[in-house]
Structures are given as structure tokens and as C-alpha cells.
């Protein structure tokens, strides 16, 4: 398996993802108990997020951002989805 990072960008409807946040957060905590979601959250300035997931390729990782309550909802401005090499850390 490898490493993601995905780097979300909030669209300009606020109140909208104010609104499916708890279906969101619901589905981001299932994935992170199976394993794939390994961290998340949104950046301070509440434009975007960054999360990691561990996946068998990046189509399995764009398949999970299409499934989220906010991809869903039409939330999202932009998504980046790079394969990420760690190299040291506590999670290796």
C-alpha cells in the first residue's frame, strides 16, 4: 500500500459545508478505523484541508474523495491527490 496526500480546496459555499460537515466527519472517522484515513483536518484558515490516506493506487483514493459527503454536496473547489514517499517519521 501506499501513502496519499490529498490537499482539498473549499468552494465558496460556506453554510452548504457547514451543513454536511457531520456526514462528513462520520465518513472520514469510519475510514480512518479501517486503516485508509491515517490523519486529516482542515487548514486554520478554513479554505482547505490536508489528509493522508494509505490505498492501493490513486484511483482507489479518487474513488474514496468521490464517495465523501462533501465531493457529494459539491463543496469542494479542487482536489490534489500526490503519492507520497515517506521517508522517516513515527509512523514508518
Known sequence: ?????VE???GEQE??????RP????????LAEQGVLLAGGPFED???ALIVYE???ADAV?????DDPYT???????????EWNTVTGSWL
Do not use: P, W
Open 55 to 57: 490505498a492501493a493506487d
Open 1 to 5: 500500500m501506499a501513502k496519499f496526500v
Open 46 to 48: 478554513q479554505r482547505g
Open 72 to 82: 457529494r454536496a459539491g463543496v469542494i473547489a479542487s482536489t490534489s491527490i500526490r
Open 23 to 30: 456526514a462528513h466527519r462520520e465518513y472520514s472517522r469510519e
Open 15 to 20: 453554510e452548504r459545508r457547514l451543513e454536511v
Open 8 to 10: 482539498l480546496v473549499y
Open 62 to 66: 479518487q474513488r474514496i474523495l468521490d
